[in-house]
């Protein structure tokens, strides 16, 4: 078997681009496919994700025909625990890497792509042929309540659950004594993943318009200020992956949040990750979701193509399902 890759990063976090090898994966939907290829094709992802061809943060994008008739790309999203419903990096690298290598036949002052949490619109600045910054308009991103849990590892943990793609919850740092900086990574992991857990099995989470393979905590995202910027973000998702950019999905649901406060109107910020990389964003309309006030964000950043690859897995190979070390 081989499976070839271009490979890229977003502020700092991997994508790896599946551009031959894995098989065509149906569905009428692209959450019918999310499906299809989380119950047929799972091998595939452990394959490129995990050791020894990944590693515990790898991250993946798998480009597909679209589901809509105006539709250019659609897009499966791959972790180190299954498929995204949204990702905002992913978004930024693969306009990127599909405009450059031709990947995908698009005008790229409206790029439509097809995502498990609908409908995604990105704009390309070129220079040189070259993309030096992609712009996103997200699905409409919305608070849906605040949460306090006492958690005996962490005590009292206060914060707010809102969706920019999938759910997040948002905890100040500060208060738990967590610094947000790369030295601190172990103990962001394991706080992010203690509140992701008691979260889930605490708060019942129902996207009000969404198909209920929607309704999941995705991860804990972790907010502080941060000098020279609006803030910063550290997400930790999935099985306790560290999101090396500042999240796309991530600071959609921030600017809902700050919305709702009365804290942003249309300015962008900017807000940094755990490396001190940056997206900015900015509510670009307003809408609701369900009974639910929503925005429109607007997501902008870099990402930048790290090379080519070519995936082989012999026969006889007995770590063909890929593993983890942390």
């Not at 790229?108 to 070129?126: E, F, Q, W």
């Not at 804290?263 to 900017?270: A, N, Q, V």
């Not at 925005?295 to 983890?324: K, Q």
Request: glycine share 12%.
């Amino acid at each position: 078997m081989k499976i070839t890759t271009i490979e890229a990063h977003t502020a700092g976090e991997p994508l790896r681009v599946i551009t031959s090898g894995w098989p065509e994966v149906p569905g009428a939907t692209i959450l019918e496919r999310r499906a299809f290829a989380r119950s047929n094709q799972d091998h595939l992802r452990r394959l490129l994700m995990l050791e020894p061809r990944g590693h515990a943060d790898m991250y993946g994008a798998l480009p597909l025909p679209p589901v809509t008739p105006d539709g250019d790309v659609g897009v499966l999203f791959l972790h180190n625990e299954g498929y995204s419903t949204m990702c905002g990096h992913g978004i930024v690298a693969l306009v990127k890497v599909g405009l450059e290598h031709r990947l995908f036949d698009a005008d790229p002052d409206d790029i439509k792509i097809d995502t498990p949490a609908g409908r995604v619109r990105a704009r390309a600045t070129l220079a040189g042929g070259r993309v030096t910054e992609v712009a996103f308009l997200n699905v409409p991103s919305f608070v849906l309540r605040p949460f306090e849990l006492e958690i005996p590892e962490l005590g009292s943990v206060r914060g707010t659950i809102a969706y920019g793609g999938a759910f997040y919850a948002y905890v100040d740092a500060p208060p738990l004594g967590l610094e947000l900086t790369p030295a601190h990574a172990g103990a962001l992991i394991r706080a992010g993943m203690l509140i992701k857990h008691a979260v889930a099995g605490a708060v019942p989470l129902v996207h009000p318009e969404g198909d209920p393979d929607l309704n999941f905590l995705y991860g804990t995202i972790f907010v502080a200020p941060q000098p020279g910027a609006h803030s910063r973000n550290v997400c930790i998702f999935a099985a306790g992956e560290v999101d090396r950019s500042p999240t796309g999905t991530g600071v959609s649901g921030r600017a809902a949040i700050h919305r709702a406060r009365g804290e942003l109107g249309d300015e962008w910020i900017r807000i940094e990750s755990i490396l001190g990389t940056s997206f900015d964003v900015r509510v670009a309309a307003t809408t609701t979701v369900g009974d639910l006030p929503a925005i429109v964000p607007e997501v902008r950043g870099r990402a930048h193509v790290t090379g080519r690859a070519e995936f082989w897995l012999e026969a006889d190979d007995p770590l063909a399902d890929g593993f983890v070390i942390r």
